[in-house]
């Protein structure tokens, strides 16, 4: 029997990067899963590579920084049959990234950044929070960084904002562990995606920098991780893990 069969899984940030690679791999493993995404067309892209290879999946696009956007995600969850009107894994991994700390980052995308990586993860924590509770059971898994933990100059602004998803997760993990929902954070570091262009990065103000590490993570590595996680039985809990390339010595 596959691990998660039986089980429905909400992915946010679906279309691309671990998101995608988290769902793809959640469904492979037997789970049901909702996709979230602002790119509709590219999320059905990612439900018709999982349908092909027998999976479920349901698309709802949105913007995760909104709560309303949020809301309509999970009631649509809520009324997916082939999901069984249910879920019970969460994987808050909407987010986006900025080139440059406090002095030089583009401080006009400062509040759109802190909308999507702490005010909508801490809506989605509180609506999935308060339903676990509930039900008495379930995971909810947010997709932080290595610059949360260790901030960058190169990042200080953006690991501002995973600082504070982390503390979320520890926030809701100390309400609701006794319920016997585990909430837990995953640190990635650089990982292979099309992340740090969207954030500005270039070889010039980050490149360079990574190049010394050698070979970086791949999507997958940290899909990996996330079922391990997952998989971990009902009264253990690893709430945090952090995964680097093996050559990455900062941050």
């Known amino acids: 029997m596959k691990p ?58 949105g913007d995760a920084g909104q709560a309303s956007a949020i809301d309509t995600l999970l009631e649509a969850v809520l009324a997916w049959q082939e999901g069984g009107c249910a879920y019970s894994i969460v ?10 700390g406090i002095t030089t980052s583009d401080n006009s995308q400062w509040q759109e950044l802190y909308q999507t990586n702490v005010l909508g993860t801490a809506h989605l924590l509180r609506q999935t929070g308060r339903y676990l509770s509930q039900q008495g059971s379930g995971d909810i898994v947010v997709i932080s960084s290595v610059a949360g933990r260790n901030i ?8 501002s904002s995973k600082f504070a998803a982390s503390a979320l997760a520890e926030a809701l993990r100390r ?21 740090q262009q969207v954030a500005g990065y ?6 360079k920098t990574v190049e010394t590490y050698g070979r970086v993570l791949e999507p997958q590595d940290i899909a990996n991780g996330v079922s391990w996680l997952l998989s971990q039985p009902p009264h253990v809990h690893v ?6 390339p093996t050559g990455q010595n900062y941050p």
């Not at 006794?178 to 990982?191: E, F, W």
């Not at 270039?202 to 490149?207: D, L, P």
């Not at 709430?239 to 680097?244: G, L, P």
């Open 4 to 61: 998660f069969q039986g089980k429905t899984a909400i992915v946010t940030g679906a279309s691309s990067g671990i998101g995608r690679a988290v769902a793809l791999t959640l469904a492979d493993q037997g789970a049901a899963v909702a996709l979230h995404a602002r790119r509709g067309a590219v999320l059905q892209e990612v439900a018709n590579e999982i349908r092909r290879g027998g999976g479920r999946a349901l698309v709802v696009a």
């Open 91 to 100: 994987i808050a991994n909407a987010g986006r990234g900025l080139a440059g």
């Open 152 to 159: 960058s100059p190169f990042s200080g602004f953006y690991g």
């Open 175 to 195: 309400e609701v562990c006794a319920s016997g929902v585990r909430v837990s954070t995953v640190m990635p570091g650089i990982v292979e995606s099309g992340f």
């Open 202 to 207: 270039t070889r010039e103000n980050f490149g």
């Open 239 to 244: 709430s945090e893990i952090m995964i680097r």
